[in-house]
Structure formats: C-alpha cells, structure tokens
C-alpha cells in the first residue's frame, strides 16, 4: 500500500467554481502535512501545511481528518492561475522521510 | 525560507556518461535531501546528504549509481552515473524549514539521457 494516495484527476472546472481534493495517508503516527503546488515543469512549491484544527488562507482551505488518516484541500472560487498539479506530502513520524502522493491536477476553465 | 540555486537546469547527455549537478544554499542546513521525478510521477526520495558522513540512501538507490558529496552546510552534489534512458528525470534537491514548514526545492534539473 502507498504511503499517500490521491486521485491523480484531472479535474477540469470552470472559473469561480469550488473544488476539493481528498488524499489518504497509511501511517496513523504521520506527524505534519502539507499541500504542495506544482505548475508545469517547475518545482514543487509549498501552498499551505494542515493543522489538526484546519486553517485557512484566502480562497484556500485545509483539513485533516486523523481518525479517517485523510487530508483535504479545498480552493473556492477558482481562479485560471489555480490550474496546477496539486500534491499531498505526509511527513513520517520517525526521521526526515517526507512522502508524497502523485499529484492531483487542476485546470480551470474560462 | 531557504534560498536554493540548482543547475544545471536540464541537460541531454549520452547514455553511459555521467553528470554532477549542483545545489548551493543561501543558509547552512543540516541535511540535503535528493529527489527525483520521472514523467507523470510523484516525487521520490533517493538519498539524504550530511556534512561530514555518508549520505543515507533509500532503497532502490546505491551510491555507486548516485554519489553524493556534502562538503559544507551550505553545497551539495549529487552525481548520475553510467546513464541510460531510464535516468530521464527530473532531479531535485531540497531543504527541509522549520516544522510545518516542510520542504524548499530547488529548481530542478531535467535530464534527458538518449
């Protein structure tokens, strides 16, 4: 089983619209998550870590669901500079390992 | 966060040859770490690099492939040796922040191996 496991997409939604991403993490002692963004042949970006409590930034909302080991991302009213590939990354709960899921692509649609 | 400058940025080389790329850090960090990304992947972890001892390897990586070298706290390289086609990747290295603040990229190097 993978460590972390995302619907890879692609998701296609027109501007405004509101999206969610769902990814699934295997180790229950998981200690710290994040979302990354990745746009086309760049580097992966740091969007937002996920609290326990879930947090927020502007458009952007995350969560963690320890007791389903689930994280979401949710984007509300989508922009076109949103289109990316979305990534989870779970970092283990022993060492540095940081394990990250394939990636979830987002285009928005004028 | 960290500041990474990583090159070269992409390169096409030969199959059998090798090639060194580079990662220098605006800071000085404890470890370096050495990702790759092969088309339509995720990103794999491939080894560890610390100053002053071995690098760490995960499994399915060996040194003699990838040799690393971590002279200081702030420069690393990792080097693909022996190329073939299945090498076509993007490599990347990486930094870890503070917690909550998870990993900082370089830019990435794309190799194409023909």
Redesign the interface.
Known sequence: RKEVEQDPGPFNVPEGATVAFNCTYSNSASQ?F?W?RQDC??????LM?V?SSGNEDGRFTAQLNRASQYISLLIRDSKLSDSATY?C?V?ANTG???Y????TSLTVIP | SAVISQKPSRDICQRGTSLTIQCQVDSQVTMMFWYRQQPGQSLTLIATANQGSEATYESGFVIDKFPISRPNLTFSTLTVSNMSPEDSSIYLCSVEGAEFYGYTFGSGTRLTVV
């Open positions: 710290s994040f990354y042949r760049k580097e992966p970006k740091l870590s609290y990534l990354v970092r540095n390992q940081f990250f899921g394939t990636g």
